[in-house]
């Protein structure tokens, strides 16, 4: 009896697949002295080891530097898709809630400067904490969202979906040219300006206007 298993079985598992968008607000760009994308955006992955549920503490590697608070918007595939037109994506959205790409930003400038993958800056344990998702209903617009992140109850980033570079619709477009996107998976969409180190013992809260609010204790 065979104890092996075929590649297949992991393929469709219920596990989310975590797609991240880099370098998709102008001012954040500016503020780490980076370069526009190359092709019509930075993507990479997390593993769903990164994700922390609302009122659960982060646990954070030490002693690999700072590690900076990207407050973002996502959105959860409902029906996947290949090659999916923009005028249509938004049909295969499910909800859209905040998170956060936690990012150990030494390690990534060392990354970047070796031009070595990202995945040690940014897909360590407890990387994504995760807001809960609101279905997409007709009333939200996606290109008029605010949503902000307090720390300890000082307001480090305070964004507006409108700033982004590429919008949601098109960002699902492209990532669906690369991955057939399956239903439950999870595309974190860039974060504005203001990103910042945080710090064992603090308080990070994420809140949108329509969006559901969490918030998080660094363990
Ligand atoms: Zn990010």
Redesign the pocket.
């Known amino acids: 009896m065979s104890q092996s298993r075929p590649a297949d079985a992991f393929r469709h598992r219920s596990t989310p697949r975590i797609f ?3 370098r998709n607000y102008a001012k954040h760009i500016e503020e780490l002295n980076s370069s526009l994308p190359g092709a019509e955006c930075v993507i990479f992955m997390k593993p769903a080891s990164s994700l922390v549920a609302p009122e659960e503490a982060i646990t954070l590697p030490t002693n690999l530097g700072e590690i900076h608070h ?1 407050a ?1 918007l996502v959105i959860e595939m409902g029906h996947g898709g290949r090659d999916i037109r923009a005028e249509v994506t938004r049909e295969h959205i499910s909800a859209v809630g905040l998170g956060l ?1 936690l ?1 150990l930003r030494g390690v990534q400038t060392e990354l970047k400067n070796s031009g070595e993958p990202w995945e040690r800056a940014k897909a360590f344990d407890h990387s994504a904490p995760l807001a809960p998702l609101v279905a997409l209903t007709p009333d939200i617009d996606l290109s008029d969202l605010h949503f902000q992140l307090t720390v300890d109850g000082q307001v480090r980033q305070a964004g507006h979906t409108s700033h982004m570079l590429v919008d949601v619709e098109s960002l699902i477009a492209v990532v669906s040219q690369t991955w057939h996107l399956l239903p439950g998976d999870l595309i ?1 969409t ?2 504005p300006e203001g990103v910042g180190p945080i710090e064992p013992g603090q308080h990070l809260a994420l809140s949108g206007a329509g969006l559901a609010a969490a918030e998080w204790t660094i363990a």
Request: glycine share 20%; hydrophobic share 20%.
């Open positions: 991240c968008i880099g990207e973002e790409d990012t974190f860039g974060t």
